[in-house]
Nanobody, 121 residues
Framework: VELVESGGGLVQPGGSLKLSCAAS????????MAWIRQAPGKEPETVAT?????NIEYTDSVKDRLTISGDKARVYLQLDNLKAEDTAIYYC??????????????????WGQGTQVTVSS
């Protein structure tokens, strides 16, 4: 499985970015795709998941500002009204779906290399 993120960068507070993840080699039809972020000095945090049934979940801190979309070949994360606390490396991750998508980042077995998002004036 290969996951390649793109679209990160430097943005001012209140701005927007759209991250993309190109995925390949994931053969199962039942999957979970996620965006996981890790801020400096903090543990990884799963911010959004989407599964093969179209179910979507967000962590409470990003609801109404982040939007996940896509499928197992390409996943997007639209980030709006960005805040300084959104500064982090954002990783695309995938895992075969068993019952529900994992909320814990450790539940995802495949990760991309990450893309840096920096929110600063």
């Amino acid at each position: 499985v290969e996951l390649v993120e793109s679209g990160g960068g430097l943005v001012q507070p209140g701005g927007s970015l759209k991250l993309s993840c190109a995925a390949s080699g994931f053969a199962t039809s039942s999957y979970c795709m996620a965006w996981i972020r890790q801020a400096p000095g903090k543990e990884p945090e799963t911010v959004a998941t989407i599964d093969s049934y179209g179910n979507i979940e967000y962590t409470d801190s990003v609801k109404d500002r982040l939007t996940i979309s896509g499928d197992k070949a390409r996943v997007y994360l639209q980030l709006d009204n960005l805040k300084a606390e959104d500064t982090a490396i954002y990783y695309c991750a995938s895992q075969q779906r068993v019952y529900l998508c994992p909320a814990d980042p450790r539940g995802f077995g495949f990760w991309g290399q990450g893309t840096q998002v920096t929110v600063s004036s």
